[in-house]
């Protein structure tokens, strides 16, 4: 049972920083997108601003999208374990229909 | 050289606020604002005009409207439309205001980009000069400052917002609420590095603080002199939301309580009675009613139980206080109300706010944004006069300065409220006097009124300036 735990909470973390750092790789697909040339800003953004700012988006985004798949996978759970008692209730109404 | 000719004569009518942005600028013509939007702007415009950005932000009072009009273009070379912008009945700047004020401010600009983000666009800028309040409410007044939002582009105005809300609010908030004066020093908002030195050191356990604050600042430092490509840098949508969710976050959790200063408890530590209290309210809405000003200026107003009396008549009213907490308990006793009239604002009448920026031109001072129509000067002179040692006839001379009428407060020497400043130091006010106060002020003014307070020996007066 403690072996479980510990390969879910290994999982968890391996997840989690998939996720965060995959933010990066997300973003830089947009690479191509992004004209920086046709932008031109009259205030300064500030090199270390948007550095840091990249990175606590990054941390940030990735927690929120944890937050999101969490919320998928405990929907997906709870779907699966509430859809399959439902249909075990199903069946059994039925079955008892028929026996009457 | 025509051009450079035009742009110069054309820059006379140009309000001195407005240089840095190239998208267009603010100028006055026959005693109307407009703002021309320049040709290098235009997709912007456009883009926020029809996608339906303006109308959402409009129809939230987020955002001041404007009329598109056909006047003659100042820099016709360079003018894609002119546009008359609605007209704020009082300019404020983030150095006067209490913190809730600064914290609404800050939350309305991340609302704003949150909305502009929903329609293909983001904020350029994240200036708290940006935000103005109308009908006691804050609203953003730069039309040009909304840009289109590429995917994978970070916030531009994200270092601007630090340092414009987030530092001092976090100052205010932690360290002391005096700190929002450091506003006034740096127009470009608080250094970061700066915020950090100040902040106590348990601010680097909260993980919003470490990072838009601490971390910023290290991270400001670090890339100072290292060319980066600032280009190559990604941003998902993901992490842009994430920012502001954070950004928000932070700013709602930042909170200032309330620690009794001086006279933030002032009505309950008054030495006259309530029947004194009532009459002297009674007198100052009679001279109100009488004079049925424009506007009202409240000097020394504290937590606003006066200036009230001019907005429940449905009178624009600005009133200052040196004390913070005052001013907080007035702004925040005014939005439970509901009130729309009246503007709180932080003001040391011993130092008024100056003209700041480039040529001391681009923040008015306190003085250029008036005269208001009339003022009232409660309880105001014994502190100009004793502790400030302020001569009876300069006050007299700055009030005319500011006003058209005048509704004040004469309290003598033998009050005890005057007596109490007199307590800690060597009475050297031969000449303050009620008869040195009248001679004084009637040379400026016209004393058209006077009333003594029943169960006092404090009297009120109505004057009017005389013309020059």
């Known amino acids: 049972m403690n072996r479980l735990k510990h390969l879910g909470v290994t999982l968890a973390v391996v997840i989690s920083l998939f996720l965060i750092f995959s933010q990066t790789v997300y973003a830089s697909i947009d690479a191509g997108t992004f004209d920086q040339a046709a932008r031109a800003y009259y205030i300064d953004p500030g090199t270390g601003s948007i550095i840091i700012q990249v990175l606590i988006g990054a941390f940030v985004g990735g927690l929120a999208l944890i937050g999101v798949y969490r919320m998928r996978v405990k929907n997906f759970l709870t779907n699966l374990f509430t859809g399959r008692k439902q249909d075990k209730e199903s069946d059994e109404n039925k079955e008892s229909e028929e026996s009457e | ?468």
Request: some cysteine.
């Open chain 2, 1 to 468: 050289m025509t051009k450079i000719r035009r742009v110069r004569r054309a820059s006379s009518a140009q309000l001195p606020a407005s240089f840095r942005d190239p998208s267009g600028f603010l100028f006055r013509q026959n005693d109307t604002i407009y703002r021309q939007v320049n040709l290098v702007y235009k997709d912007d415009y456009d883009h926020l005009m029809d996608s339906g950005l303006y109308q959402a932000l409009v129809g939230d009072n987020l955002l001041v409207p404007h009329e598109e009009v056909g006047i003659e273009p100042p820099v016709p070379e360079i003018a894609y439309k002119i546009i008359r912008p609605e007209v704020i009945p009082f300019i404020s700047y983030p150095y006067e205001w209490c913190f809730s004020q600064l914290r609404d401010a800050a939350l309305t600009t991340l609302k704003i980009q949150r909305k502009a983000l929903d329609f293909g666009m983001s904020l350029r800028d994240s200036s708290a000069y940006n935000i103005q309040f109308k009908n006691g409410r804050p609203i953003f007044i730069d039309t040009l400052s909304f840009g289109k939002y590429r995917e994978g582009q970070p916030w531009v105005a994200y270092r601007q917002f630090c340092q414009h809300f987030l530092a001092p609010l976090a100052l205010m908030g932690y360290k002391d609420i005096r700190l929002s004066q450091l506003l006034c020093i740096y127009i470009d908002g608080l250094p970061l590095d700066l915020t950090g030195c100040l902040l106590p050191w348990r601010t680097r356990l909260r993980f919003s603080l470490l990072s838009h604050i601490h971390l910023h600042a290290r991270s400001q430092k670090h890339f100072a002199d290292k060319p980066v490509n600032v280009g190559q840098q990604r941003m998902s949508r993901y992490a842009f939301l994430g920012i502001l969710n954070s950004l928000e976050s932070t700013v709602k959790k930042l909170k200032w309580q309330r620690g009794g200063t001086e006279w933030a408890d002032y009505y309950q530590d008054t030495n006259y009675s309530p029947q004194a209290f009532e009459h002297k309210k009674t007198i100052v809405a009679g001279f109100l009613d009488k004079v049925r000003p424009a506007t009202v200026w409240d000097l020394g107003a504290n937590v606003g139980v006066f200036s009230r009396l001019a907005s429940d008549r449905g009178i624009p009213t600005v009133s200052f206080d040196v004390d913070p907490a005052a001013v907080e308990k007035n702004y925040l006793d005014y939005i439970a109300r509901g009130d729309t009239n009246i503007l709180p604002l932080v003001i040391d009448l011993t130092n008024p706010s100056p003209g700041i920026g480039w040529e001391n031109k681009e923040r008015m001072s306190l003085k250029e944004r008036g005269p208001a129509d009339a003022v009232l000067a409660l309880a105001l002179v014994h502190h100009l006069a004793i502790s400030n040692n302020v001569p009876l006839s300069r006050i007299a001379g700055f009030l005319s300065d500011i006003s058209h009428w005048l509704i004040i407060e004469f309290i003598p020497k033998t009050d005890s409220q005057v007596q109490r400043l007199l307590a800690t130091r060597e009475d050297i006010f031969p000449d303050y006097t009620r008869q040195a106060f009248e001679q004084e002020f009637s040379r400026y003014f016209t004393i058209d009124n006077s009333a003594d307070i029943r169960e006092s020996q404090r009297t009120l007066y109505l004057m009017h300036r005389v013309q020059r």
